[in-house]
Protein backbone atom coordinates (compact mmCIF):
# COMPACT_ATOMS: atom_id res chain seq x y z
CA UNK A 1 0.00 0.00 0.00
CA UNK A 2 1.61 3.42 -0.81
CA UNK A 3 2.40 5.17 2.04
CA UNK A 4 0.42 7.95 2.75
CA UNK A 5 1.58 11.22 1.81
CA UNK A 6 1.22 14.28 4.65
CA UNK A 7 -0.42 17.06 3.14
CA UNK A 8 -0.83 20.91 4.40
CA UNK A 9 -4.12 22.54 3.54
CA UNK A 10 -4.69 26.35 3.77
CA UNK A 11 -7.93 27.56 5.50
CA UNK A 12 -7.72 31.26 4.26
CA UNK A 13 -11.19 30.72 1.72
CA UNK A 14 -14.41 28.66 2.09
CA UNK A 15 -15.00 25.52 0.22
CA UNK A 16 -11.47 25.75 -1.67
CA UNK A 17 -7.92 25.56 -1.25
CA UNK A 18 -4.74 24.98 -2.21
CA UNK A 19 -2.95 21.74 -1.00
CA UNK A 20 1.10 20.93 -0.81
CA UNK A 21 2.14 17.82 -0.11
CA UNK A 22 4.83 17.32 3.07
CA UNK A 23 7.53 15.80 3.02
CA UNK A 24 8.82 16.58 6.71
CA UNK A 25 7.49 18.86 9.47
CA UNK A 26 10.51 20.96 10.73
CA UNK A 27 8.81 22.30 13.56
CA UNK A 28 4.87 23.06 14.66
CA UNK A 29 4.05 24.85 17.94
CA UNK A 30 1.72 27.65 19.12
CA UNK A 31 3.45 30.89 19.73
CA UNK A 32 2.82 33.45 22.40
CA UNK A 33 0.58 35.19 19.65
CA UNK A 34 -0.45 32.16 16.35
CA UNK A 35 0.08 28.45 15.19
CA UNK A 36 3.32 28.37 13.37
CA UNK A 37 4.46 25.86 11.03
CA UNK A 38 7.35 24.96 8.85
CA UNK A 39 7.34 22.08 6.89
CA UNK A 40 9.84 20.83 4.22
CA UNK A 41 6.99 20.14 0.66
CA UNK A 42 7.26 18.50 -2.03
CA UNK A 43 7.44 20.98 -4.49
CA UNK A 44 7.93 24.64 -2.92
CA UNK A 45 11.00 23.96 -0.79
CA UNK A 46 10.39 25.04 2.56
CA UNK A 47 7.23 26.79 3.44
CA UNK A 48 5.92 28.34 6.84
CA UNK A 49 2.49 29.09 7.45
CA UNK A 50 0.66 31.02 10.32
CA UNK A 51 -2.66 30.18 11.40
CA UNK A 52 -3.37 27.82 8.84
CA UNK A 53 -2.53 30.55 5.98
CA UNK A 54 0.63 30.35 4.08
CA UNK A 55 3.01 33.02 4.67
CA UNK A 56 5.94 32.67 2.15
CA UNK A 57 7.36 29.21 0.42
CA UNK A 58 11.65 29.32 -0.46
CA UNK A 59 10.09 28.82 -4.33
CA UNK A 60 8.48 32.23 -4.56
CA UNK A 61 9.36 34.56 -2.13
CA UNK A 62 11.77 36.83 -4.35
CA UNK A 63 8.34 37.82 -6.03
CA UNK A 64 6.74 39.07 -3.17
CA UNK A 65 9.94 40.66 -1.37
CA UNK A 66 11.53 42.28 -4.51
CA UNK A 67 8.17 43.91 -4.79
CA UNK A 68 7.29 44.99 -1.51
CA UNK A 69 11.12 46.45 -1.30
CA UNK A 70 12.28 47.70 -4.27
CA UNK A 71 9.00 49.35 -5.82
CA UNK A 72 8.60 51.88 -2.86
CA UNK A 73 12.70 51.87 -2.67
CA UNK A 74 13.54 52.76 -6.07
CA UNK A 75 10.47 55.01 -6.16
CA UNK A 76 11.76 57.63 -3.33
CA UNK A 77 15.36 57.18 -4.45
CA UNK A 78 17.46 58.14 -1.17
CA UNK A 79 15.78 56.29 1.73
CA UNK A 80 18.27 56.34 4.98
CA UNK A 81 15.35 55.03 7.81
CA UNK A 82 13.32 52.28 6.56
CA UNK A 83 10.39 50.85 8.92
CA UNK A 84 8.95 47.30 8.90
CA UNK A 85 6.06 45.98 10.55
CA UNK A 86 5.91 42.27 10.67
CA UNK A 87 8.22 40.24 8.23
CA UNK A 88 9.03 37.97 10.73
CA UNK A 89 10.91 35.17 8.27
CA UNK A 90 13.12 37.98 7.14
CA UNK A 91 13.18 38.57 3.44
CA UNK A 92 11.75 41.72 3.07
CA UNK A 93 14.35 42.64 5.60
CA UNK A 94 17.17 40.97 3.55
CA UNK A 95 15.41 43.42 0.20
CA UNK A 96 15.82 46.43 1.93
CA UNK A 97 19.46 45.94 2.96
CA UNK A 98 20.45 45.37 -0.24
CA UNK A 99 19.66 49.28 -0.85
CA UNK A 100 23.00 51.02 0.14
CA UNK A 101 21.28 54.64 0.94
CA UNK A 102 19.29 52.98 3.69
CA UNK A 103 21.19 53.47 6.86
CA UNK A 104 18.86 52.52 9.56
CA UNK A 105 16.50 49.09 8.87
CA UNK A 106 14.11 49.28 11.80
CA UNK A 107 11.87 46.14 12.19
CA UNK A 108 9.12 45.57 14.94
CA UNK A 109 7.75 41.98 14.57
CA UNK A 110 5.19 40.87 17.61
CA UNK A 111 5.97 37.27 17.78
CA UNK A 112 9.89 36.17 18.14
CA UNK A 113 9.24 32.99 17.79
CA UNK A 114 8.57 33.66 14.49
CA UNK A 115 12.15 35.52 13.87
CA UNK A 116 14.13 32.43 15.43
CA UNK A 117 12.51 29.71 13.71
CA UNK A 118 12.67 31.23 10.40
CA UNK A 119 16.51 31.79 11.33
CA UNK A 120 16.78 28.04 12.13
CA UNK A 121 14.30 26.89 9.33
CA UNK A 122 14.24 29.26 6.91
CA UNK A 123 17.73 30.47 6.96
CA UNK A 124 17.91 31.93 2.99
CA UNK A 125 15.32 33.98 3.91
CA UNK A 126 16.68 36.35 5.91
CA UNK A 127 20.17 35.66 4.77
CA UNK A 128 22.32 37.18 7.06
CA UNK A 129 20.20 40.37 7.43
CA UNK A 130 19.35 39.80 11.47
CA UNK A 131 22.89 40.43 12.13
CA UNK A 132 23.67 43.67 9.92
CA UNK A 133 24.54 46.22 11.74
CA UNK A 134 21.96 48.48 9.47
CA UNK A 135 19.30 46.16 11.29
CA UNK A 136 17.48 47.25 14.68
CA UNK A 137 14.88 44.75 15.35
CA UNK A 138 12.24 45.20 17.88
CA UNK A 139 9.49 43.00 19.18
CA UNK A 140 6.19 44.69 19.21
CA UNK A 141 2.71 45.40 18.24
CA UNK A 142 3.16 46.88 15.24
CA UNK A 143 0.56 49.61 15.58
CA UNK A 144 1.60 50.22 19.55
CA UNK A 145 4.96 51.18 17.89
CA UNK A 146 3.97 53.82 14.77
CA UNK A 147 1.15 55.28 17.49
CA UNK A 148 4.16 55.97 19.94
CA UNK A 149 7.37 56.15 18.53
CA UNK A 150 9.19 59.27 18.15
CA UNK A 151 11.42 58.67 14.95
CA UNK A 152 10.34 59.58 11.42
CA UNK A 153 11.11 57.11 8.03
CA UNK A 154 11.33 58.13 4.52
CA UNK A 155 9.78 54.40 3.83
CA UNK A 156 7.50 52.02 5.46
CA UNK A 157 6.38 48.48 4.89
CA UNK A 158 4.02 46.52 6.02
CA UNK A 159 4.47 43.42 5.86
CA UNK A 160 1.69 41.60 7.74
CA UNK A 161 -0.36 37.95 7.92
CA UNK A 162 -3.81 39.19 6.66
CA UNK A 163 -6.41 40.57 8.76
CA UNK A 164 -6.92 37.59 10.63
CA UNK A 165 -5.71 37.37 14.40
CA UNK A 166 -2.72 39.51 15.35
CA UNK A 167 -2.50 40.88 12.37
CA UNK A 168 -6.13 42.89 12.05
CA UNK A 169 -4.88 45.66 13.64
CA UNK A 170 -2.53 46.64 11.07
CA UNK A 171 -5.82 47.07 8.55
CA UNK A 172 -7.10 49.90 10.87
CA UNK A 173 -7.70 53.53 10.73
CA UNK A 174 -5.70 54.41 13.99
CA UNK A 175 -2.52 52.37 12.57
CA UNK A 176 -2.85 54.60 9.39
CA UNK A 177 -2.97 57.19 11.16
CA UNK A 178 0.43 56.02 13.08
CA UNK A 179 1.78 55.83 9.75
CA UNK A 180 1.43 59.20 8.90
CA UNK A 181 3.14 60.69 11.79
CA UNK A 182 5.85 58.30 11.33
CA UNK A 183 6.57 59.34 7.87
CA UNK A 184 8.65 62.45 6.99
CA UNK A 185 7.50 64.26 4.35
CA UNK A 186 7.56 63.07 0.79
CA UNK A 187 7.88 59.88 2.32
CA UNK A 188 6.01 56.13 0.87
CA UNK A 189 4.23 53.51 2.69
CA UNK A 190 3.46 50.06 1.17
CA UNK A 191 1.56 47.30 2.76
CA UNK A 192 0.86 43.59 1.88
CA UNK A 193 -2.98 43.68 1.31
CA UNK A 194 -4.23 40.40 -0.02
CA UNK A 195 -5.31 39.03 -3.71
CA UNK A 196 -7.52 41.20 -5.22
CA UNK A 197 -10.02 38.30 -6.57
CA UNK A 198 -10.66 36.93 -3.33
CA UNK A 199 -10.20 39.93 -0.93
CA UNK A 200 -11.85 42.19 -2.99
CA UNK A 201 -13.61 44.12 0.23
CA UNK A 202 -9.75 44.26 1.70
CA UNK A 203 -9.14 46.10 -1.39
CA UNK A 204 -11.85 48.79 -1.11
CA UNK A 205 -11.72 49.10 3.01
CA UNK A 206 -7.70 49.66 2.84
CA UNK A 207 -8.76 52.45 0.24
CA UNK A 208 -11.04 54.19 2.22
CA UNK A 209 -8.92 53.73 5.40
CA UNK A 210 -6.31 55.29 4.06
CA UNK A 211 -7.23 58.18 2.30
CA UNK A 212 -8.02 60.58 5.03
CA UNK A 213 -4.90 60.66 5.94
CA UNK A 214 -2.76 60.56 2.36
CA UNK A 215 -3.28 62.68 -0.67
CA UNK A 216 -2.13 59.81 -2.92
CA UNK A 217 -3.36 56.24 -2.31
CA UNK A 218 -3.34 53.78 -5.36
CA UNK A 219 -2.63 49.88 -5.54
CA UNK A 220 0.36 47.44 -7.67
CA UNK A 221 0.11 43.89 -8.19
CA UNK A 222 2.61 41.14 -8.01
CA UNK A 223 1.48 37.43 -9.49
CA UNK A 224 3.03 35.25 -6.32
CA UNK A 225 2.09 31.37 -7.61
CA UNK A 226 0.99 30.38 -3.77
CA UNK A 227 -0.99 33.63 -2.70
CA UNK A 228 -3.51 31.76 -4.50
CA UNK A 229 -6.27 33.52 -6.80
CA UNK A 230 -4.91 35.90 -8.90
CA UNK A 231 -2.67 38.82 -8.51
CA UNK A 232 -1.73 39.79 -5.19
CA UNK A 233 -2.24 43.94 -4.35
CA UNK A 234 0.13 45.72 -2.59
CA UNK A 235 -1.07 49.58 -0.88
CA UNK A 236 0.90 52.38 -1.80
CA UNK A 237 0.12 55.57 0.60
CA UNK A 238 2.10 58.67 -0.03
CA UNK A 239 1.99 62.72 -0.31
CA UNK A 240 4.64 62.72 -3.09
CA UNK A 241 2.45 62.91 -6.32
CA UNK A 242 5.56 62.05 -8.38
CA UNK A 243 6.92 59.29 -6.83
CA UNK A 244 4.25 56.76 -8.43
CA UNK A 245 4.95 58.02 -11.84
CA UNK A 246 8.62 57.92 -12.66
CA UNK A 247 9.70 58.04 -16.14
CA UNK A 248 11.04 54.45 -17.06
CA UNK A 249 14.66 56.10 -17.97
CA UNK A 250 14.79 57.12 -14.47
CA UNK A 251 13.94 54.06 -12.71
CA UNK A 252 16.22 52.14 -14.85
CA UNK A 253 18.97 54.40 -14.05
CA UNK A 254 18.33 53.95 -10.29
CA UNK A 255 18.17 50.09 -10.86
CA UNK A 256 21.38 50.05 -12.70
CA UNK A 257 23.45 52.18 -10.33
CA UNK A 258 22.27 50.00 -7.23
CA UNK A 259 24.05 47.16 -8.73
CA UNK A 260 21.35 45.40 -7.22
CA UNK A 261 20.60 41.74 -8.22
CA UNK A 262 16.73 40.34 -8.83
CA UNK A 263 14.27 37.75 -10.06
CA UNK A 264 11.70 39.69 -10.59
CA UNK A 265 11.73 43.12 -10.12
CA UNK A 266 12.73 45.53 -12.78
CA UNK A 267 12.06 49.52 -13.88
CA UNK A 268 8.84 47.61 -16.87
CA UNK A 269 7.48 45.99 -14.23
CA UNK A 270 7.63 48.09 -11.74
CA UNK A 271 5.53 50.68 -13.43
CA UNK A 272 3.66 48.02 -15.25
CA UNK A 273 2.46 47.27 -11.64
CA UNK A 274 0.55 50.36 -10.81
CA UNK A 275 -2.20 49.51 -14.07
CA UNK A 276 -4.87 48.02 -12.21
CA UNK A 277 -7.32 45.16 -13.68
CA UNK A 278 -10.47 46.55 -14.78
CA UNK A 279 -12.48 44.96 -11.82
CA UNK A 280 -10.00 46.70 -8.75
CA UNK A 281 -9.96 49.58 -10.78
CA UNK A 282 -13.76 49.98 -10.92
CA UNK A 283 -13.90 49.13 -7.02
CA UNK A 284 -11.66 51.90 -5.94
CA UNK A 285 -13.83 54.30 -7.82
N1 LIG B 1 4.67 37.55 3.40
C1 LIG B 1 3.56 37.15 4.22
C2 LIG B 1 2.26 37.46 3.56
O1 LIG B 1 2.29 38.14 2.53
O2 LIG B 1 1.24 37.01 4.04
C3 LIG B 1 3.66 37.77 5.58
C4 LIG B 1 5.07 37.63 6.07
S1 LIG B 1 5.41 37.66 7.72
C5 LIG B 1 5.45 35.98 8.11
C6 LIG B 1 3.98 38.28 8.57
C7 LIG B 1 4.45 38.69 9.97
O3 LIG B 1 3.56 39.64 10.56
C8 LIG B 1 4.53 37.52 10.97
O4 LIG B 1 5.88 37.34 11.34
C9 LIG B 1 3.65 37.96 12.15
O5 LIG B 1 4.15 37.53 13.39
C10 LIG B 1 3.70 39.47 11.98
N2 LIG B 1 2.62 40.21 12.64
C11 LIG B 1 1.31 39.90 12.68
N3 LIG B 1 0.62 40.84 13.39
C12 LIG B 1 1.54 41.77 13.80
C13 LIG B 1 1.46 42.98 14.56
N4 LIG B 1 0.29 43.41 15.03
N5 LIG B 1 2.59 43.68 14.77
C14 LIG B 1 3.79 43.25 14.28
N6 LIG B 1 3.95 42.10 13.57
C15 LIG B 1 2.82 41.37 13.33
Redesign the pocket.
Known sequence: MAEQQLQFQEKLHDGWAQTFGIKNVLFENK?E??H?IIFESVSFGRV?A?DG????TERD?FI??EM?AHVPLFAHGQAKDVLI?????G??LREVLKHESVSNATQ????Q???DM?VEYLPNHSAGAYNNPRANIVI??????VQNCDKQFDVILS????PI??????FTSP?YEGIKRCLKPGGIFAA?N?VGFMQQDEVTTTKSRLSPYFSDCHFYTAA?PT?VGGV?TFAWASDNHTARELPIAELEARYRSSGIKTRYYNPGVHNGSFALPQYIADSLN
Open positions: THQLMLIIQTEYHLIGGGDGLVEIDAVICDDGIKYDSTDGPGEVLFQGVYM
